[in-house]
C-alpha cells in the first residue's frame, strides 16, 4: 500500500512538472509574440545591434579597471587613495584555485559550462515573474549574464529592454571568449564589498593572502559577499556571510564537488578575518568610511534615489531597503572603479586635533577587547555652521587595527540623556507660548522621575531647569507637548533610529529603543543655531570623473524645522548653562557658547554639545558594550574633550555674540500654534498634539522608574 501511494506521489509529480514546463513555454511564447506582435520588434534588433557593438569593440582590457578613487580635504591636499582591481592584482583562469571555480558554479549557474551565455530554464522563471510583476524580480541571469551587468550595463532601468540588453551581451560574448576566460573575467570583477573587486582584492582585503592560500571554507566564505555586498558583507553582517557559506557548502557537497567529511570540516572551520595594514592604512580611518559612504549616497542623489527614513509598513520598509541597497551597491561600484576625485570640506587641522583631544583624554583607559579594540571609546562630529558641513569626524580613538573600523560617530547610536531635551522639549514648547521666563513648579510627582541627588526647587524658570538640567520640569512639559511631537521634531532632521517604542515619557530624558549617533546631535545642534533651519550633513563637496566632468556637486538645501524665534531663545538659555553643569568648561577668549549635557542611566553614556557662531561639536564618551563608568559624572571626559578641542579651533578668532531673537508679542503662543499648524513640516504634529490622550501614564508607570536615574550627573 505505502509503495503505491509512493508512486502515485512520484506520477503526480512527474506530470505536475511536465503541465509546469508547458505553462512557463506557453508565457514564454506569449511574451515573444507581444513583443513582436506589439511592434517591439525594431527595439529587440536594435538592442541586439547593440550589444553586438560594445562586445565587438572591446578586449580583455576592458575587464581590468585600473582606475583610482582620490579623497582631497578641504584645501585640496589629497588625504587618501584607494586603487582597484589592475592595481591590486589581477589572476588568470589557470593560477585560480579550482575550489573558486567549482563552488560558483554550484552556487550560482549549476549548467554554465553547457549554456551558450543564457539558461533558458533560468530565463522561463524571469519571464513568468517579469509577466506577473510587470518588471524583472527575480534571477535567470547566468555568470555570462552577470559579467555582462557588471561591465556593461549601466542602467538601472528594470523592465524588458534591460534584460534583453543583458541577455544579447552575454551571447555576443560567448562568442568571442572561451567559458574558462569569461569565468576569469567573472572572478576578476565581482563586488566584495568595502571596495573590493575581484578576488585578489578580496583574499588581501579581507584575509591578507594570495587565493592560492585559501582553505575550500574561506573561498566559500568570500564567495557568499557577491550576492548581496551590503547584506553579506562580512565586516558589518558576519553571522549573514557565514550562513550563506554554508549553503554554498552545502551545494558543493551535492553536487559532489567535495567529500562528506570535507563539507563537514569547511562547515565547523572557524572563519577569522585578517587586515593587512596596507590596506587599513589606505581605508579603515575614520575619514575615508565617512567620505565614501556620503559619496556614495551623493552619486545616488544625482542620479534621482530619493532618501527615505520612517514608512508606513513593514512591507514599504522592506521595498525601500532593497531598492537602497542595490543602488548603494551600484554607485558604490562607480565610487571605486570610474576613476573620481572626491572633494570633501574635511578640514585635516581640526580632524588630527579631534583625533588627539580624544586619544588624550582618554589615555589612561587602556583595557581591551578579544580583537585589540579599546574598551572605553569616544566619537565626536564638528560641523561648520556658515555650511552645514562636516569638517571633523572622528569615530573611536587612534590605535593599530587589525580588523574593520567602525566609525561610530555616524554607525552607533546611544543613549543621549539630557542633551536630547532642548531638541524634543524645550525647543517645542518655545514654539508654542513658552518662553525661558515661563515659571514651572519642580517637584517629585507620582510616577514621574527623580532629579540628580533628589533635589527639588519649587516654582522655577525654564530657563534655570535647562541650567541644572531637571528632570521634572522636562517630564512636565513633554507630556503636555506629547512624544508623538516632540520625536517628529528629530524625524525631520532625519534621525534614523526612532523606534515605535519610543513614544514614550522617558524619551524627554533620553531613554531611546536605539538611540543617536554623534553626527546627527552636531547636525541638530547646528540646526538651533542655524535659526532653525536644517541642513543635511554632508562632507562632499563635489565629486569629478576621470575626464574632470562634475558628476555631483553639493547644494546646500534649508528645512525649517524650528522658528527662527524658539531657535534663538533656545540658545540663550543653553549660553547659561555654563552657570549649571556646564560650570568650568566655558571657552577661552570669552567666546560666547551655548551647549548642553547629557548623562545616561547608571552614568553609561556621556555627551557634551555645543556650538559657537563657528563651529558646532558633539561629543560622545562610553563603552562599545554599555556598562558604568566609575567617576563619571566626577571626571566629565565628554566635557573635557570638547573644551580643549574648542578651544584649539577658536584660537585667534574673533568672539561673535549669538543673534538676538525677535520681541515676543503677548500673543505670541496662540500665533506660534497657528504657524506651526500652517507649517508644512509640523502639521502632523499639531493633529497629533490636540488628539493625544495626555492622560494615559498608566503604561509609562514602569518606564518612570527607569527614567528616574536618566540623568543622575544633572
Known amino acids: 500500500m505505502a509503495k503505491r501511494n509512493k508512486k502515485k506521489k512520484k506520477h503526480r509529480f512527474f506530470w505536475g512538472f511536465i503541465k509546469f514546463q508547458i505553462v512557463l513555454m506557453t508565457l514564454l511564447l506569449m511574451a515573444v509574440g507581444y513583443y513582436y506582435v506589439g511592434g517591439y520588434a525594431g527595439e529587440v534588433e536594435s538592442l541586439r545591434k547593440e550589444a553586438h557593438e560594445l562586445v565587438a569593440n572591446s578586449d580583455e582590457s576592458t575587464f581590468m579597471p585600473s582606475q583610482t578613487v582620490s579623497i582631497y580635504a578641504s584645501n585640496g591636499d589629497l588625504i587618501s587613495e584607494k586603487k582597484s582591481a589592475k592595481q591590486t592584482g589581477y589572476v588568470s583562469f589557470e593560477d585560480i584555485p579550482a575550489d573558486f571555480v567549482t563552488a560558483i558554479i554550484s552556487i550560482e549557474d549549476k549548467r554554465y559550462y553547457s549554456h551558450n551565455g543564457v539558461d533558458v530554464k533560468g530565463l522561463l522563471r524571469a519571464v513568468k515573474a517579469m509577466l ?124 559532489g564537488k567535495i567529500t562528506q567529511r570535507e563539507y563537514e570540516n569547511a562547515v565547523n572551520e572557524i572563519i577569522i578575518l585578517d587586515h593587512s595594514e596596507d590596506e587599513v592604512d589606505k581605508w579603515n580611518n575614520y575619514v575615508d568610511t565617512y567620505t565614501y559612504y556620503c559619496a556614495t549616497r551623493a552619486l545616488m542623489k544625482a542620479n534621482g534615489f ?58 589612561d583607559f587602556t583595557e581591551k577587547s578579544e580583537d585589540d579594540v579599546y574598551l572605553m571609546q569616544s566619537s565626536a562630529v564638528t560641523i561648520d555652521n556658515d555650511t552645514g558641513m562636516v569638517v571633523a569626524i572622528v569615530g573611536g580613538r587612534t590605535q593599530d587595527f587589525t580588523s574593520y573600523t567602525l ?79 516632540g520625536l517628529q521634531y528629530l524625524k525631520n532632521m532625519n534621525f534614523s533610529a526612532i523606534e515605535d517604542d519610543d513614544y514614550i515619557l522617558p524619551t524627554c530624558l533620553g531613554g531611546f529603543t536605539k538611540g543617536v549617533s554623534s553626527l546627527e546631535m552636531a547636525s541638530a545642534y547646528s540646526t538651533l543655531e542655524n535659526d532653525g533651519l536644517y541642513r543635511e550633513p554632508s562632507c562632499i563637496k563635489q565629486i569629478v570623473d576621470s575626464e574632470q566632468n562634475i558628476v555631483y556637486k553639493y547644494e546646500n538645501l534649508e528645512q ?28 577661552d577668549n570669552d567666546m ?28 560622545w564618551v562610553g563603552y562599545d558594550m554599555p556598562k558604568t563608568i566609575d567617576n563619571l559624572t566626577q571626571e566629565k571626559y565628554s566635557s573635557h574633550i570638547w573644551q580643549d578641542y574648542m578651544n584649539i579651533i577658536h584660537e585667534g578668532l574673533t568672539p561673535l555674540e549669538f543673534l538676538p531673537y525677535a520681541q515676543l508679542s503677548e500673543d505670541f503662543g496662540s500665533e506660534a500654534n497657528q504657524d506651526n499648524t500652517d507649517e508644512e513640516d509640523n502639521s502632523d504634529e499639531a493633529d497629533n498634539g490636540d488628539d493625544a490622550d495626555n492622560g494615559d501614564d498608566a503604561d509609562n508607570a514602569d518606564d518612570a522608574d527607569n527614567a528616574d536615574d536618566a540623568d543622575p550627573a544633572e
Not at 551587468?149 to 568571442?176: F, G, P
Not at 533635589?455 to 507637548?481: C, H, K, P, R
Request: glycine fraction near 6%; charged fraction near 25%; aromatic fraction near 14%.
Open 407 to 485: 566609525n561610530r560617530a555616524y554607525q552607533s547610536h546611544r543613549q543621549p540623556g539630557s542633551s536630547i531635551k532642548p531638541l524634543i522639549v524645550y525647543t517645542p514648547c518655545f514654539e508654542r507660548g513658552y518662553t525661558k521666563d515661563s515659571i514651572i513648579n519642580d517637584y517629585k510627582f507620582e510616577d514621574g522621575p527623580r532629579n540628580a541627588g533628589g533635589v527639588y526647587y519649587g516654582d522655577v524658570s525654564i530657563e534655570f531647569a535647562v541650567q541644572v538640567s531637571l528632570n521634572t520640569v522636562a517630564w512636565q512639559l513633554y507630556q503636555e507637548l506629547t512624544p508623538e511631537v
Open 132 to 255: 506577473q510583476n510587470g518588471e524583472v524580480t527575480q534571477g535567470g541571469s547566468t555568470i555570462t549574464m552577470q559579467l555582462a551587468k557588471l561591465v556593461y550595463m549601466d542602467t538601472s532601468s528594470r523592465d524588458w529592454r534591460y534584460k534583453i540588453k543583458q541577455m544579447a551581451i552575454a551571447t555576443e560574448l560567448e562568442k568571442i571568449y572561451s567559458k574558462n576566460k569569461i569565468m576569469e573575467f567573472y572572478l576578476n570583477n565581482i563586488y566584495f564589498a568595502n571596495g573590493y573587486y575581484g578576488i585578489v582584492a578580496a583574499c588581501k582585503g579581507y584575509f591578507s593572502c594570495k587565493p592560492s592560500e585559501l582553505t575550500v571554507s574561506q573561498i566559500a566564505f568570500l564567495l557568499a559577499i557577491p550576492n548581496s555586498p551590503t547584506y553579506y558583507d562580512p565586516l558589518v553582517n558576519y553571522d549573514h556571510t557565514i550562513s550563506r557559506r554554508n549553503t554554498i557548502l552545502k551545494s558543493m557537497y551535492d553536487d
Open 306 to 363: 530619493e532618501f527615505k527614513y520612517y514608512f508606513e509598513t513593514e512591507e514599504e520598509e522592506k521595498e525601500y531597503d532593497e531598492a537602497y541597497d542595490e543602488q548603494f551597491e551600484r554607485y558604490q561600484k562607480q565610487l571605486f572603479t570610474k576613476g573620481y576625485s572626491i572633494y570633501t570640506s574635511i578640514d585635516m587641522e581640526k580632524q588630527n586635533a579631534l583625533q588627539e583631544t580624544i586619544d588624550e583624554e582618554l589615555k
Open 560 to 587: 525649517v524645522v524650528y522658528k527662527e524665534t524658539a531657535a534663538r531663545m533656545m540658545t540663550e538659555v543653553l549660553e547659561t548653562v555654563f552657570e549649571g553643569t556646564a560650570k568650568g568648561f566655558e571657552l
Open 592 to 619: 560666547p557658547a551655548a551647549v548642553k549635557t547629557g548623562t545616561t542611566n547608571d552614568s553609561k553614556d556621556s555627551w557634551f554639545v555645543g556650538y559657537t557662531r563657528y563651529y558646532t561639536t558633539a561629543v
